[in-house]
């Protein structure tokens, strides 16, 4: 286990960070952080962007649940994202005087073709790369619920809810309740087509699996999180929620549903 104070920072090498991140550097040593050159030895992972460097620290820091992620924002303050680069003050007075708590955000764990297994923070998406429909079956546990025909379909964790999910209507879903939302995109529905037409909630007791139909479309696209899965013959994805959760550090009157009603209200 990494020393406690190693921290270790994650930001695309740009000018431009290079020049920002170098006070926050300077500002951890003059509090006894130890800044690391190799996130495997860091306890604390500190992204330096938005909510799309905070997934991407997750992801390739592999997951990890023995360490703290800490989202610091170079633009508007994000769901990931407590702190801002330009405010090192207001971040410094929050870290001394106890203003900051620990929060663990569920993941959702998808299995591609029985063979490889993935993490994801904000949701896993499956879609048809070309203009023909994307046929699948939907099973939840060996239950074949529905036979799916459209565009595609997102399962999101519950902080995902409020990022693509939401887009296509999705609901917003509390963190504190470990779940998957199935949200679709562009299903057909007519007199020989038919889907729930609802987003709906499994809890972390069910396994979803989503069986492509080999019909002619048989190379869809696979997003986890920001990032596009290279494997091109997906059969079947198998998804479940996992034990594992990223813990993160908050500011205590910073809430999901502060960050909600500062984002959409
Ligand atoms: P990006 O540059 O396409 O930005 C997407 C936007 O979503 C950014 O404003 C980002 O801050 C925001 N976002 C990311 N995670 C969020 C969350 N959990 N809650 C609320 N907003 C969130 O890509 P990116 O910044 O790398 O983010 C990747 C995410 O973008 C994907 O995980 C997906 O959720 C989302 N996305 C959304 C759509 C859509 O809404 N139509 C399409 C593709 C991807």
Redesign the pocket.
């Given at each position: 286990m990494p020393n406690r104070r190693n921290l270790f920072f994650f930001y695309k090498e740009t000018e431009e960070l290079r020049e920002k991140v170098e006070p926050l550097k300077e500002l951890a040593s003059k509090y006894d952080f130890h800044v690391v050159d190799d996130p495997k030895d860091a306890s604390i992972i500190a992204s330096i962007g938005?909510?799309?460097?905070f997934?991407?620290a997750v992801r390739k820091t592999g997951f990890r649940e023995d360490c703290l992620y800490v989202g610091i924002s170079t633009g508007?303050l994000?769901?990931?994202c407590d702190f801002h680069i330009d405010n090192l003050p207001e971040m410094v007075e929050n870290i001394l005087s106890e203003g900051i708590e620990v929060r663990r955000y569920p993941t959702i764990e998808v299995n591609v073709n029985d063979e490889s297994s993935f993490f994801c923070?904000?949701?896993c998406?499956i879609r048809s790369s070309i203009i023909k429909t994307l046929v699948m079956n939907v099973h939840v546990e060996d239950f074949h619920f529905e036979t799916f025909r459209g565009d595609g379909l997102i399962v999101?964790t519950p902080?995902?809810?409020?990022?693509?999910?939401?887009?296509?209507s999705g609901a917003v879903v509390d963190p504190k309740l470990a779940c998957m939302q199935v949200s679709e995109i562009a299903s057909l529905n007519n007199n020989h087509y038919r889907t729930l037409g609802s987003p709906f909630l499994l809890s972390d007791e069910r396994t979803l699996s989503l069986e492509v139909v080999q019909d002619g479309n048989d190379y869809p696209i696979i997003?986890i999180?920001?990032e596009a899965l290279s494997i091109q013959h997906a059969k079947k994805l198998t998804i479940r929620i996992p034990d594992k959760r990223i813990k993160t550090v908050k500011l205590k009157d910073n809430s999901f549903w502060h960050k909600v009603q500062r984002?959409f209200l």
């Open positions: 938005g909510d799309g460097s997934l991407q508007e994000g769901f990931y923070l904000n949701e998406t999101s902080t995902g809810s409020t990022a693509y999910s939401k887009s296509v997003g999180d920001n984002s």
